[in-house]
């Protein structure tokens, strides 16, 4: 199945950059999706971007123009690059995959970013 394995969190001032890295095995072949979900202490999980295996991306109204996610197929790595960070992205971050399967269709992202892969997730802290 599907592994994930994050890194690149820390701690940045606000208006500083991190970028994220989420690198993946135990893919093969076909449809799928890539996504960074977020889940700050206390509030809910949010889906923060997605990417599927066509290059569409989709991100939170939030962090448009801020963060751009993307992908090195060589390197089976997924990335998260985020600029401009705010006291508001302090969170957990997770990266999530579905893979297409005789059974499921990906779509992407899926209806509430419910992925069916997660990696162990990566903490974030912005300071003001």
């Known amino acids: 199945h599907v592994q994930l394995v994050e890194s690149g969190g820390g701690s940045v001032q606000s208006g500083g950059s991190l970028r994220l890295s989420c690198i993946v095995s135990?893919?093969?072949?076909?449809?799928?999706?890539m996504g960074w979900i977020r889940q700050a202490p206390g509030k809910e999980r949010e889906g923060v971007a997605s990417?599927?295996?066509?290059?569409?991306?989709n991100y939170k109204a939030s962090v448009k123009g801020r963060f751009t996610i993307s992908e090195d197929l060589k390197k089976n790595t997924v990335y998260l690059q985020m600029n401009s960070l705010e006291p508001e992205d302090t969170a957990i971050y997770y990266c999530?995959?579905?893979?297409?399967?005789?059974?499921?269709?990906?779509?992407?992202?899926?209806?509430?970013?419910?992925?069916?892969?997660w990696g162990q997730g990566t903490q974030v802290t912005v300071s003001s």
């Open positions: 135990g893919y093969s072949s076909g449809d799928y999706c």
């Open positions: 990417i599927d295996n066509y290059g569409n991306t």
């Open positions: 999530a995959a579905d893979v297409e399967n005789p059974d499921y269709t990906v779509r992407c992202p899926p209806r509430g970013y419910v992925f069916g892969n």
